[in-house]
C-alpha cells in the first residue's frame, strides 16, 4: 500500500471543484490510483437553481387600459407548479407517457387513476422510473410531451 497525504487529496478535490467551475461543467468523475490497492474516487457535482416557466397559452398582450390588464394578471398568476393536485418531477430525466414507442399512453386528460398506479415514466441515467400516482383522482391536465426532458420539481400533470 503506498502512502499519500490527505492533505494532498483535499488540494486535488479542491483543484477539481475549480476545473468545474472554471470549464462550466455540472459533473466531474475522476480515479486517482495510488498504488495496487489503494485508490481515490472522486465525484463532484455542481447543482443549480432551475427555473422552468410553463405558459399555457399566448404570451399576454398588455394594453394601456387597465382592464385589459387584469386577465393577463390573472392569467400570469396561474402556475401549474402551485396548483395542489401537480404532480412534480422527482429527478432529472426524459419523460416518457407510454411504456414504448407506439404504446397506449399511461393516461389520458379525463382518465380516473388510482393511488399508486404509473402515470408516466422517467428515464434518469439508462433507468426507466415509473412515476405513481401520488392520490386517486382524475387527470385535468398533461403538463408534459412524450419525450421530453423534465427538470427536478417540474409541473408533470395536475390530478383532481
Known amino acids: ?5 490527505p492533505d494532498a487529496d483535499v488540494a486535488f478535490i479542491s483543484a477539481l471543484a475549480e476545473l ?4 462550466e461543467l455540472t459533473e466531474l468523475s475522476v480515479k486517482r490510483e495510488y498504488g495496487e490497492d489503494d485508490s481515490l474516487e472522486v465525484r463532484v457535482v ?3 437553481n432551475i427555473v422552468t ?3 399555457a397559452g399566448p ?3 398588455y394594453a394601456a387600459a387597465p382592464a385589459a390588464a387584469a ?3 390573472a392569467a400570469a398568476s396561474e402556475d401549474p407548479a402551485q396548483h395542489p393536485g401537480a404532480v412534480t418531477s422527482p429527478m432529472v430525466g426524459t419523460c ?3 411504456a414504448e414507442p407506439g404504446a397506449t399512453p399511461f393516461i389520458t386528460i379525463g382518465a380516473t387513476v388510482a393511488e399508486g398506479q404509473t402515470v408516466l415514466i422517467i428515464e434518469a441515467m439508462k433507468t426507466m422510473n415509473h412515476i405513481p400516482a401520488p392520490r386517486a383522482g382524475v387527470i385535468k391536465r398533461i403538463l408534459v410531451e412524450d419525450g421530453t426532458p423534465v427538470e427536478f420539481g417540474a409541473p408533470l400533470l395536475i390530478i383532481e
Not at 20 to 23: A, V
Open 1 to 5: 500500500m503506498s502512502k499519500h497525504s
Open 20 to 23: 468545474l467551475n472554471k470549464n
Open 46 to 48: 455542481k447543482q443549480a
Open 53 to 55: 416557466t410553463q405558459v
Open 59 to 61: 404570451a399576454p398582450v
Open 71 to 73: 386577465p393577463a394578471a
Open 96 to 98: 416518457y407517457l407510454a
